[in-house]
């Protein structure tokens, strides 16, 4: 793939089709009133739990909603459920973190885990109606993409330590040692993970997740280069 000269990053959409399909829509919008070649769109990972349609969420993204080329990149929230899978000990922390609502939307019965049981009959359930695609998506997410003068992950990197040696568990679920840092961290990191009720823009970082699921308010950074500006989609 060229450099893209255009990138339109999206943040954690949690279940949120119907935001989903709003910025699909002003994205669209966008480039037709700035038009331009070599534009990418990255979603930035957590398109399940919480919300009231992972389902739907996945199913437009596995199949390329945007006018533009597009990379999907990996959430804690997509390792919740592929966990889950590989080993159904590990539902009670997805339980609690949204997956009841994911179940739900696959048609899967949540009762035995809101019960604290049949962690792998659940598993296996969930399994079985998992969509081929939804697999092949959920298999083959990145964990970063490196574009013009950005790093972007999902909920951000260790300080101190390169890039390229990052380990997976601070690219998913990092916070504090990341969002109190000042450090250079090389390339401006542009990241989710962390809900914001404004987009925050940060000489070494820019955080696009502004809760979409509690708030009803979905961001995109465009980023060409140093011009940064923000799409909305809200109902």
């Not at 601070?170 to 840092?181: H, M, P």
Request: glycine content about 8%; charged content about 25%.
């Amino acid at each position: 793939m060229p450099e893209p000269r255009r990138l339109y990053v999206i943040g954690d959409i949690h279940g949120r089709a119907d935001l989903l399909e709003r910025m699909i829509a002003a994205i669209s919008g966008d480039l037709l009133t700035r038009p331009l070649d070599q534009c990418l769109t990255v979603t930035l990972g957590d398109y399940i739990d919480r919300g009231l349609d992972s389902r739907g969420v996945v199913e437009r993204l596995a199949h390329n909603p945007f006018p533009t080329d597009y990379i999907a990149l990996k959430g804690n929230h997509e390792d919740l459920l592929t966990t889950f899978l590989k080993d159904p000990a590990s539902g009670d922390l997805w339980r609690r973190n949204g997956g009841l609502e994911t179940l739900h939307s696959y048609g899967v019965d949540v009762a035995p885990l809101m019960r604290g049981r049949d962690y792998a009959e659940t598993a296996a359930a969930l399994r079985a109606a998992l969509p081929p695609e939804h697999a092949a998506f959920f298999a083959g997410l990145p964990l970063t993409l490196t574009a013009q003068r950005y790093f972007l992950c999902h909920a951000g990197v260790r300080p101190g330590i390169p890039l390229k040696r990052q380990s997976e568990a601070d690219l998913l679920w990092i916070r504090d040692e990341f969002l109190d840092s000042t450090a250079d961290f090389g390339r401006v990191v542009v990241h989710g993970h962390t809900p914001v009720w404004e987009p925050e823009v940060w000489p070494n970082r820019i955080n696009v997740d502004t809760g979409a699921f509690m708030t009803g308010r979905l961001t995109c950074a465009v980023l060409e280069d140093t011009d940064i500006r923000f799409l909305t989609a809200t109902l």
